[in-house]
């Protein structure tokens, strides 16, 4: 009868403003909310049996999946650089800028003064003390530098062991939210929040490996990355990574000391393979690539102040042999024992009356068994002339021209401080794209303009569905009045 | 993309990303106004540090190569002061021995000798001066010892030596031998100091120059000579004969004659030295105020412009502020109650 089917017309209509009005107050709620995809109500026109109603086919989250799939991409771009400019930054940092006092090339140019002052009163004590704490301070900056390089790969390591325990995670729950969310769309319940959700996990994976989205049955998704590697297709991949609590310059990726990831079993190639791009690759680039650099030059600048002293036409007091006034840890440099000499970089003992030699020996020579005339400054002039010689270093890990030792060092900080640059602009490109992809990502979000005008129309709907039942009621009323 | 709305989240996080922004280049400019030089040293060369270190490097050897001067200003200034004592010791005791009033009368002779036993001794003490930190003018690079041993032992050394003999030309030729032989008395107990003279001095980074003068130099020995043979006739050498102490003051007064000569000489040497120093000083007062010159141009900033620049960003900064209250102003909600 018409007027039964008007009346469920009427409920049907009722019904649907009430899910919108639900769609609606969801969405203001989550106005603030980042990630949060705007629900709306999709309805149709009910069709079969009497005719006439509405239907609510469903709740739908509008999202721009390929806004989203970019900006993940730029994401991860992002986070990689942010690795490596952390790290460029504080080596930079740490080796300071000339000019600054305490910086490399400050402590050099202090050696400097020190043996030019000397020179000028061989026989003063004060000049030859400052003279040692000048060396000494030099020394104990190499020292620190190489440390921290070393404290920031083992960082790096610690940071990695981390994340892939987070990635395993994150992998697990993306496999949990696919298989209720697949259950809720096979029984026709709402997902939308569940894929918020799964949304959410996806862009904290985004940070450490760049992924791409594909979409599966029944609302499911695979994830893989740019590089092709599969992280979550019906089951997730197993990352594993074993880590070293103490890494020292020695140790190396190439060398087998130090570890990789371990997709399902097979080791990760992370310059290029599969799981590159993003700020898991930044921290293997810091360890394996960055940091090693920084340690070879450090060592290369260690092993050209050495060279400039040990020897014997610099300082006569020397066999050819012997450890000249830098020395690697108290013993002559092998030049086998390269890596790692800034570390253990040391001002010979026979210099320093705290460790049983005699400041009178930068004065007459490391070698010296006696001391010499007091006022007799050739051996320091030596000395001096020795530091300032342009000399090609022996080790080119820095350059390969002919630099005085503060030019070797003007030139170590100047690499660094090239590389921080391009990182820092790589970083800004990146952070400017991703910036400009949420930027168009959160405009298509929630507006509460929109959504008031929305239940401006609702509220009409609903107050006229009502009116329609009331009328309806009359004349059921007339009729059962007969 | 054709939106048909345009998200809250968006609008409000584009406007704190702006203030972020602005608010980091007012402190960046804030920074540069006071200061004067720039924040980030590196981003300004462009991550290259080679011509700034190197300025930098140059300036603070420059600014020790300039104490360098100094002390090698003071270091010869003493010399030369010293010299030029012995010079007028040995130009007054060769002025009064040229009278020739001692030829007739022992007693004036008396009186000379003595005066030149004296002059031996004050020209003996002021070989021995040192300067403000102890070390010796005239030891060589042995700048701790003593010069000259003490006149009264040097002079007793030549007693010993002059014991058997009577002539003038005898004891001359003893005293003579005693200050001139190599491996004498004087290379062995007279003179204390090194054979090397004082070291040089590294008075600019391509310039290094020394005094070589020692107190073995044969102008001071010929000035000692003279002083010492004179002195020896005051010890009445050869005992009780006039005559031949007259000869010995003859003799004496020659050498004296040609000592201070020789002593000038070493002093202009001293004072070549001199200049040389004084124009390393301005020549590294220059190059200081050149190399000041090069870091401001690299690293300094127009306190002019970044001013100007604060003022922009500052006005920037407050119409934001307007621009964030109005629209927060403009919402639906306010017009529906």
């Known amino acids: 009868m018409s007027i039964s089917s008007a009346l469920s017309n009427a409920v049907s209509g009722l019904t649907a403003a009430s899910r919108a009005a639900e769609a609606v107050s969801s969405n203001t709620a989550n106005a603030m909310t980042d990630g949060y995809g705007r629900r709306e109500v999709e309805l149709a026109a009910r069709s079969g049996g009497a005719g006439g109603g509405v239907r609510v086919l469903g709740e739908q989250r509008m999202v721009e999946q390929g806004l989203i799939s970019d900006r993940r991409v730029s994401q991860a771009a992002g986070a990689e650089a942010e690795v490596e400019v952390a790290f460029l930054s504080a080596h930079e940092d740490s080796i300071g800028t000339p000019g ?3 910086s490399l090339t400050d402590r050099i140019d202090r050696v400097d003064s020190a043996l030019l002052e000397l020179s000028s009163q061989p026989d003063s004590q004060a000049r030859q003390e400052e003279t040692l704490n000048a060396l000494n301070a030099l020394t104990d900056q190499i020292n620190t530098l190489s440390d921290e390089v070393q404290t920031a790969r083992q960082d790096a390591d610690a940071t990695i062991d981390k994340n892939v325990d987070q990635l395993n995670a994150s992998l697990e729950q993306v496999v949990d939210l696919n298989l209720q969310i697949q259950r809720n769309t096979i029984s026709n ?40 590697a599969v992280l979550v297709d019906g089951t997730a991949a197993e ?68 060279a400039r002293f040990d020897d014997p036409a610099v300082d006569a007091s020397l066999t050819a042999g012997d450890p000249g006034l830098f020395t690697d840890r108290g013993a002559a440099f092998d030049p086998a024992d390269e890596v790692g000499l800034s570390a253990r970089l040391t001002v010979n ?81 990146s952070n400017a794209r991703t910036d400009s992809l949420l930027d168009l990502e959160r405009a298509g979000g929630v507006d509460t303009d929109q959504e008031l005008q929305k239940l401006l129309l ?15 009621d009359e004349m059921l009323k007339e009729l059962m009045a007969i | ?52 270190a190197g300025i930098e490097s140059s300036l603070k050897a420059v600014e020790t190569h300039q104490k360098i001067a100094n002390e090698a200003a003071q270091f010869s200034s003493g010399m030369q002061s010293r010299l030029e004592h012995v010079q007028t010791q040995a130009e007054d005791i060769s ?33 021995n001066g040192r300067d403000a930190n102890g070390a010796s ?37 003893v005293v003579s031998d005693w200050f001139n032989a190599p491996g004498g008395g004087f290379e062995t107990m007279g003179y204390l100091g090194s054979d090397d003279p004082p070291s040089d001095f590294r008075l600019s980074p391509d310039q290094t120059a020394g005094v070589e003068v020692t107190a073995a130099d044969p102008a001071i020995r010929t000035v000692l000579e003279g002083l010492a043979l004179a002195a020896l006739v005051a010890e009445d050498i050869p005992a009780g004969d006039n005559a031949a102490q007259r000869e010995m003051l003859d003799a004496s007064r020659d050498l004296l004659l040609t000592g201070s000569d020789q002593v000038v000489t070493l002093r202009a040497d001293v004072g070549y030295f001199e200049g040389a120093v004084a124009d390393a000083e301005t020549r590294n007062e220059a190059e200081k105020n050149a190399l000041e010159l090069a870091r401001l141009e690299i690293i300094g900033v127009d306190s002019y412009e970044a001013a100007a620049q604060l003022e922009a960003v500052q006005t920037q900064l407050e119409t934001l502020y307007s621009v964030t209250a109005r629209l927060s102003q403009l919402t639906l909600a306010d017009y529906l109650r």
């Not at chain 1, 569940?194 to 049955?217: C, F, S, Y």
């Not at chain 1, 009409?460 to 039942?469: E, G, L, S």
């Open chain 1, 239 to 306: 990352l594993s990574f074993e880590p070293t609590p103490t890494i020292v310059p020695e140790m190396s990726l190439e060398g087998g000391t130090l570890g990789t990831v371990m997709l399902n079993g097979r080791p990760q190639n992370m310059e290029t393979g599969g799981l590159a791009g993003g700020s898991l690759a930044g921290q293997f680039a810091v360890r394996d690539d960055l940091a090693v650099e920084a340690q070879a030059e450090l060592d290369s600048l260690a092993r050209d102040l050495v």
């Open chain 1, 189 to 228: 319940l709402p997902t939308a929040a569940l894929m918020d959700e799964r949304q959410r996990v996806i862009d904290g994976i985004a940070d450490l490996v760049p992924i791409k989205e594909l979409p599966r049955d029944n609302g499911a998704v695979a994830l893989v990355t740019t590089g092709g």
């Open chain 1, 100 to 102: 600054e006092p305490g």
């Open chain 1, 458 to 472: 609702i509220e009409q709907a609903y107050a006229a569905n009502a009116q329609v039942i009331q009328a309806v």
């Open chain 1, 349 to 429: 003992s026979a210099v320093d009356p705290d460790q049983g030699g005699a400041l009178w020996r930068l004065r007459d020579g490391v070698g010296a068994t006696a001391p010499g005339a007091s006022g007799d400054n050739a051996q320091i002039l030596a000395f001096h002339d020795a530091l300032n010689d342009p000399a090609v270093p022996q080790s080119d890990a820095i350059t390969g021209t002919q630099r005085s030792i503060a030019g070797l060092a003007a030139e170590l900080a100047s690499s660094v401080s090239t590389r921080h640059q391009n990182a820092l602009s790589e970083q800004s490109y």
């Open chain 2, 1 to 52: 993309m054709q939106y048909s709305s345009i998200g809250d989240l968006s609008q409000s996080l584009q406007l704190r990303r702006y203030n972020a922004e602005l608010s980091a280049e007012l402190t960046r400019l804030s920074e540069e106004v006071t200061t004067g030089v720039t924040s980030d040293v590196g981003k300004t060369v462009g991550g290259d540090y080679r011509p700034l």
């Open chain 2, 95 to 127: 002025a009064s021995l040229l009278s020739d009033a001692y030829t007739a009368d022992p007693d004036t002779a008396d009186i000379v000798a003595r005066s030149a036993r004296d002059a031996f001794h004050s020209t003996v003490s002021s070989l």
């Open chain 2, 137 to 173: 003018y005239f030891a060589g690079t042995a700048s701790d010892s003593d010069a000259l041993a003490s006149a009264d032992v040097m002079l007793d050394e030549l007693k010993l030596a002059v014991a058997g003999e009577t002539t003038a030309a005898g004891v001359a030729a």
